[in-house]
């Protein structure tokens, strides 16, 4: 089994209510608090600490891990209840929320795919029909060199973060992910569309194609085609595919980044 870290916040109660409902579901989880380094010697622990995730940079030298699962809230204008994952980088210059400039911590497709699987095939269980459900864009920190990691998230308002069963539907989601041996020989990154990428998502579900980084329409006009390679690089399974959201583009966008994605052998997949 991978060695997995799951880390959570003491500041964010949808992290504390998301771990909570991963003690209820096991007794055999231990908690570290990184002050040194960890070494530990379980396959699967929590790291808690006690500030915002995204700027969380420092953990990747205090751990020892094969991926980290950042156990958050989401918050958005739209006050949309979600359930949502992505993976953390900065596509641009612009640095917001930690991490660095035009850096993508390597993700972990596979990992992210079981979770979202996971959520879209039981929230319904949950009474939770209703939720957003959804790969998110690339964005915001912590930045790990080496170290594959991913955020889950509930959204958008309190009431969602300390919904007990948006809790244990995650918690569920991330145990079964980890208990799960299927990897993927396939990987893509995504192209174009709004934040929560629901193009990108259902050709994803639909071709059970894990997708690692995606690249919204509001970062095209600010970033070069070879950010996309590089983004395809920094997914763990090195991504040889790309999921387009077609209308979630211009022509000048289409013809500057699909072209150079083509002549390097990437497989377009339209949505």
Known sequence: MRK?????STIDKASINIANNIRKLTDRIK???PHNQIQAQEDVYFIKIEEELVYSDWLESKIEASVVIFLSRHEARAKLPSLTVHAPGNWTSEVKLGGKAKKLTPAPAACMYKVLEFLYREKAYYGLE???????ATHHGPYFSKLPAFFVEIGSTEDEWV???AGELIAQAVLESIRSRRESNDAAIG???PHYAPKITRISLKNKLPVGHIAPRYVLDKIE??????????TVENASSVIVDWKGMNKKQRDLF???LESRGFKIVRS
């Open 130 to 136: 209703s939720w957003l459900c959804s790969y998110e």
């Open 191 to 193: 192209l174009g569309g």
């Open 258 to 260: 699909l072209p150079y």
């Open 31 to 33: 908690t570290y608090e």
């Open 163 to 165: 919904n007990e069963k």
């Open 225 to 234: 085609p070879e950010m996309l390679y590089y983004a395809a690089e920094r």
């Open 4 to 8: 997995v870290a799951l880390v959570y």
